[in-house]
């Protein structure tokens, strides 16, 4: 993986004096909170419901076992024993303080990490594929472009200051794990011979993004050579920066710029800025691919003999065959290179606290797992999981075994289980409702493996409210946290999907109460399995029948539920 | 903020960082006029010169203004002394003018862009443009809610002036300039640090 050169080194030393100062300036009462709440978000620290969180950085997801033991020991000196893995990569810690966060970051930039710009308006942490460099599906390996790109927005002066925040994802694979059409810019990298001599370009999409109005990102440009994404991505930002609305924060993401003003007039406004610049200086150049890409070789993969599913079920001993066979089918996936597996270790036991959340004790134990079985390296996943990517597959079992122990081995990656969520009203202070009990009540009613196994691929994605940071557009099934004077409310959508068929979910009618939820998603998977023909999977399935009978039996309920509730609160109410 | 509600507020001196040389403090000889006369005339277009006799010679006027008047033979006269120069809006869309930035060029001796509050981030690229697009040579001010955490970034995309906010304190704004020793992507200050071959 990447090693900071001291360029990179020195940028992170003193972009943590440079936060010093502005805490102490803070801490002093020199600098108003107003002014200084852009300044700590650039630099990862929101202030929650109960404290401050602190954001870092995992650039495209990819981290070693030296960060993640620092990890670890960030979590248990300034914060509470553990941290939450978030959809977008990086690594929050719930419960610091401020005049702790300049140390905390000092502590970070020692093993190449940093917190700049995962908040704030600003080029956020580019998010990419985890199973980047190992895919089977992978066509170009994204990492040196997510790494490029990664130096080119740190700090970078002009976009610093935009209308909201802005998200790049990269992908170089078939199947897209990134949701790339959900976010500000989508850069899709391709190889072909046919295109600018079968060297490495990049297709653009614009004016994703989910919130308040979900909309999918439209393609701005084709076939742009990677040397001119700088260029190329300046111009795309300073049109969006000159011209994104600034009047209303809900309407000043760049989905609404692209839509207001039409795809193609925006492409061509692009266009019309770049013409000016794409000649100019600020491309990459061979010399720098070299410099950063040399840092993505493969690793020293031993010359191993490809393992059938059945080989490596029978390195089991005979009685954990059934649940290591499980495991295998969910959490491991096919590899580039004969005999090594990738592999996910769950973050969302059942019952969890938090979807994402990791202790201290784990996170120094997979950095351990990572250390003896994948070449000191792991990712970080859009679904909140962690990946041991470069696994041979003759140590599979030996690794589930030892994931069992630390409670990271639920065979649940994919199924309705793996739910993603935000942290929503627990701690939060722009959620409208609590999104974790959701997420905990849906996995204790849904503990049975042999049904979910049975249930195959559903995603079910929870946000606590419209700023859709649990994604719930997206999940095949999405529940979104709503107040409806001061109660909490929630409201389902169904049919959502990423990858490379994204779309966003439809609400399908009235909110529900929380207690009501895991009815309602009983309700919803059981009109799945009446109606699904042999191995139809629950979108394929909600594709073809449509939402009627998904929404008819969702209220089947609903009627007397809420006469129920009724008379439950107006007795309360007159005791 | 400022008791004359004509003048946009600042300190009394400017934070001057010309290009290959060392910010310094001198005194500010531009007054940063709104267009705007009294508080009764929110009409700018309309609203004559301040006057220039007894307070700052110079004036930096709202573009919005010099587009209206800038045929008029008083206007004329003191943009030929070098006492106008103009100021950018944040939602100026200069490129619909190029021609008229073209003549400024030859005319005004300093431009300035606005920042309405601190966090719009409009007039980083409006000072990039006229850098790399029109090759601005000439002094660009930052004028409006400047503070001290933006001056960094305000230097490096075309900036070398700044007229700080009032309360901005001058000796910690100095100091912002020696934060980093290397930067990720090129500027007009200068370009990327790159490793030694």
New interface residues.
């Given amino acids: 993986m990447y090693k900071y050169?001291?360029?990179?080194q020195?940028?992170v030393d003193?972009?943590v004096?440079?936060f010093r100062d502005?805490v102490a300036?803070r801490l002093d009462g020199?600098?108003a909170e107003e002014?200084f709440r852009?300044?700590r978000l650039q630099n990862g620290l929101y202030h929650q419901r109960h404290a401050y969180m602190l954001r870092v950085a995992i650039p495209y997801g990819l981290f070693n076992s030296k960060q993640l033991r620092t990890m670890a020991l960030i979590a248990e000196k300034y914060d509470r024993g553990y941290g939450h893995f978030t959809t977008r990569q990086n690594i929050q810690f719930n419960w610091v303080t401020l005049e702790d966060t300049p140390d905390i970051l000092a502590e970070l930039a020692k093993v190449e990490m940093h917190a700049i710009q995962t908040s704030g308006?600003c080029i956020r942490n580019i998010t990419s594929d985890a199973f980047a460099g190992v895919a089977g599906d992978e066509y170009v390996d994204p990492r040196p472009i997510c790494e490029l790109l990664r130096?080119?927005s740190?700090?970078?002066?002009?976009?610093?200051?935009?209308p909201r925040k802005f998200k790049f994802a990269i992908n170089g694979a078939k199947e897209d794990r990134t949701i790339l059409l959900c976010h500000d810019v989508g850069i899709e990298l391709k190889k072909s011979p046919s295109i600018n001599h079968g060297e490495l370009t990049a297709d653009i999409y614009a004016g994703g993004g989910m919130g308040r109005t979900p909309i999918l990102g439209s393609l701005i440009k084709t076939d742009l050579p990677w040397q001119l994404l700088?260029s190329y991505l300046t111009a795309l930002l300073?049109v969006y920066?000159?011209f994104g609305r600034?009047d209303n924060l809900y309407k000043a993401r760049i989905k609404i710029l692209v839509k207001a003003l039409s795809p193609e007039e925006f492409a061509r406004q692009v266009e019309g800025e770049w013409i000016?610049?794409k000649n100019?200086?600020?491309n990459f150049t061979k010399?720098?691919w070299d410099?950063v890409a040399k840092h993505f070789t493969k690793p020293a993969y031993k010359s191993l003999p490809k393992l059938s599913n059945e080989q490596v079920i029978n390195t089991a001993s005979e009685t954990d065959r059934a649940a290591f066979a499980r495991w295998l089918e969910r959490n491991v996936k096919p590899h580039q290179i004969p005999g090594y597996a990738s592999v996910v270790l769950s973050l969302k036991p059942h019952g969890s606290v938090a979807p994402g959340d990791a202790t201290t004790a784990q996170m120094l134990a997979i950095a351990d797992l990572s250390d003896q079985y994948s070449f000191g390296e792991l990712r970080a996943t859009h679904e909140q999981n962690l990946v041991l990517a470069d696994v041979e597959q003759s140590k599979l079992y030996e690794l589930w075994q030892e994931a069992k122990r630390q409670k990271v081995a639920l065979p649940n990656i994919g199924l309705l289980t793996d739910i993603i969520a935000c942290p929503g009203g627990d701690f939060c202070s722009l959620a409208n409702a609590k999104s974790l009990p959701i997420a905990k009540a849906i996995q204790e009613r849904f503990d049975d493996l042999d049904y979910l196994f049975d249930l195959g691929d559903i995603s079910l994605n929870i946000s606590g409210c419209i700023n859709s940071c649990g994604h719930h557009h997206v999940g095949n099934i999405g529940v979104l946290g709503v107040d409806k004077d001061g109660e909490e409310w929630y409201q389902i959508t169904l049919g959502g999907e990423q990858g490379n068929d994204a779309a966003i979910g439809k609400v399908i009618g009235p909110s529900f109460y929380a207690d009501e939820i895991p009815d309602v998603i009983t309700n919803v998977i059981n009109t799945y399995v009446n109606n699904r023909s042999e191995d139809e999977s629950f979108i394929d399935a909600f594709r073809r029948i449509g939402v009627t009978p998904f929404k008819e039996a969702a209220y089947k309920n609903k009627d007397e539920s809420t006469k129920k509730k009724e008379k439950t609160q107006s007795a309360g109410a007159t005791s | 903020m400022s008791a004359n509600p004509q003048i946009i507020a600042a300190h009394d001196q400017i934070l001057h960082f010309p290009k290959g040389s060392k910010p310094i403090i001198e005194n500010n000889e531009w007054l940063i006029w709104s267009g705007k006369n009294s508080k009764n005339k929110d009409e700018g277009a309309n609203s004559t010169l301040p006057d220039l006799e007894h307070s700052k010679k110079n004036v930096l006027v709202p573009f919005s203004w010099w587009i209206v008047h800038h045929n008029e033979a008083n206007v004329l006269a003191k943009a030929k002394a070098g006492q106008i120069g103009v100021w950018f809006a944040a939602d100026e869309d200069i490129l619909k003018h190029a021609d008229m930035i073209e003549q400024g060029k030859t005319l005004w001796p300093v431009v300035a862009a606005h920042f309405p509050i601190f966090r719009d981030g409009r007039s980083f690229s409006t000072a990039a443009i006229l850098r790399n697009r029109f090759q601005w040579t000439g002094e660009i001010r930052a004028i409006g809610d400047v503070l001290i955490d933006q001056l960094l970034q305000g230097a490096r995309v075309g900036f070398d002036s700044f007229a700080l906010r009032p309360d901005q304190k001058t000796d910690i704004a100095l100091k912002q300039f020696d934060l980093f020793t290397v930067t990720t992507q090129n500027s007009w200050r200068g370009k990327r640090s790159l490793l030694e071959a």
Avoid: Y
């Avoid at chain 1, 050169?5 to 990179?8: K, L, Q, V």
């Avoid at chain 1, 740190?154 to 935009?162: N, S, V």
């Fill in positions: 050169d001291h360029i990179d020195t940028l003193q972009r004096a440079q502005q300036r020199s600098l002014e852009p300044l308006n130096q080119w740190t700090l970078h002066p002009e976009f610093a200051h935009l700088p300073r920066n000159r600034r000016h610049i100019g200086e600020d010399a720098e410099r």
